[in-house]
């Protein structure tokens, strides 16, 4: 028998797990619930009990599944991030430099930006505040860890204040992406200057709810990022 998965021809291993994966995505099994045991799923997709096992400790791995000496085995609350993983798979990091990531960062904000300053509630601008502040704290002392930290920390909130889970999920992807390039490339935003203020444009544009006006301030963050690591 020939499996396929994705349009392409697979092991039973993976055959089962991407399987298995869908139904977890479409809601055939809901978080905190628990799996059929093994048998159950063997005779169900026409495997033996290796395979199973094999594909319920992939999918373990994944975050996906909570496999429970003696209890069986649950699915976790996962989200859209998780299942964006494999990208990282299908990137020739060779071919990925600081250009490409920019340009995607540009791309993706700004319309992140937009959605926010359309969807952010109050409770968001005091979070944003609350970042910000600490920002400017870790600015002043040149604190460059918590600097990089507090700079994706606000970036993921604007994005989760667009309360659109795709785009947050492609910018956390994104994120990773941008930390794994600069580690290898040994280069790091170290200029604190600007910082500060061109986040709090952002900032102020999304609470006077300035679609436009927040999509400009943050392409022109991310121009200015991207110039000092260029």
Same mark, same amino acid.
Request: charged share 30%.
């Given at each position: 028998?020939?499996?396929?998965?994705?349009?392409?021809?697979?092991?039973?291993?993976?055959?089962?797990?991407?399987?298995?994966?869908?139904?977890?995505?479409?809601?055939?099994?809901?978080?905190?619930?628990?799996?059929?045991?093994?048998?159950?799923?063997?005779?169900?997709?026409?495997?033996?009990?290796?395979?199973?096992?094999?594909?319920?400790?992939?999918?373990?791995?994944?975050?996906?599944?909570?496999?429970?000496?003696?209890?069986?085995?649950?699915?976790?609350?996962?989200?859209?991030?998780?299942?964006?993983?494999?990208?990282?798979?299908?990137?020739?990091?060779?071919?990925?430099?600081?250009?490409? #990531? %920019?340009? &995607?960062?540009?791309?993706?904000?700004?319309?992140? @930006? +937009?959605? !926010?300053?359309?969807?952010? *509630?109050?409770?968001?601008?005091?979070?944003?505040?609350?970042?910000?502040?600490?920002?400017?704290?870790?600015?002043?002392?040149?604190?460059?860890?918590?600097?990089?930290?507090?700079?994706?920390?606000?970036?993921?909130?604007?994005?989760?204040?667009?309360?659109?889970?795709?785009?947050?999920?492609?910018?956390?992807?994104?994120?990773?992406?941008?930390?794994?390039?600069?580690?290898?490339?040994?280069?790091?935003?170290?200029?604190?200057?600007?910082?500060?203020?061109?986040?709090?444009? #952002? %900032?102020? &544009?999304?609470?006077?709810?300035?679609?436009?006006? @927040? +999509?400009? !301030?943050?392409?022109?963050? *991310?121009?200015?990022?991207?110039?000092?690591?260029?």
């Amino acid at each position: 028998m020939t499996y396929i998965a994705g349009g392409y021809k697979v092991t039973k291993c993976d055959f089962v797990t991407e399987q298995l994966k869908e139904m977890i995505i479409t809601g055939v099994y809901k978080a905190g619930e628990k799996l059929p045991n093994e048998a159950a799923l063997c005779e169900h997709f026409g495997v033996s009990r290796i395979t199973v096992r094999e594909a319920l400790k992939k999918l373990n791995m994944m975050g996906i599944l909570d496999i429970r000496q003696g209890k069986g085995t649950f699915v976790n609350q996962v989200d859209l991030g998780l299942f964006m993983k494999p990208l990282y798979q299908l990137i020739d990091f060779e071919d990925v430099d600081i250009e490409c #990531i %920019y340009s &995607a960062r540009e791309y993706i904000e700004n319309g992140t @930006a +937009g959605m !926010a300053a359309k969807k952010r *509630t109050d409770k968001d601008l005091i979070e944003l505040e609350k970042i910000l502040k600490n920002l400017k704290l870790a600015i002043a002392s040149e604190n460059l860890v918590q600097v990089e930290y507090l700079d994706s920390t606000f970036h993921l909130k604007v994005a989760e204040c667009a309360r659109n889970p795709i785009l947050y999920a492609s910018l956390e992807a994104i994120e990773e992406i941008n930390r794994t390039c600069l580690k290898r490339f040994s280069k790091y935003l170290t200029i604190l200057d600007d910082c500060y203020e061109e986040h709090y444009r #952002i %900032y102020e &544009a999304i609470q006077n709810q300035d679609i436009k006006g @927040a +999509g400009e !301030a943050m392409t022109a963050h *991310t121009l200015s990022s991207k110039k000092v690591l260029m």
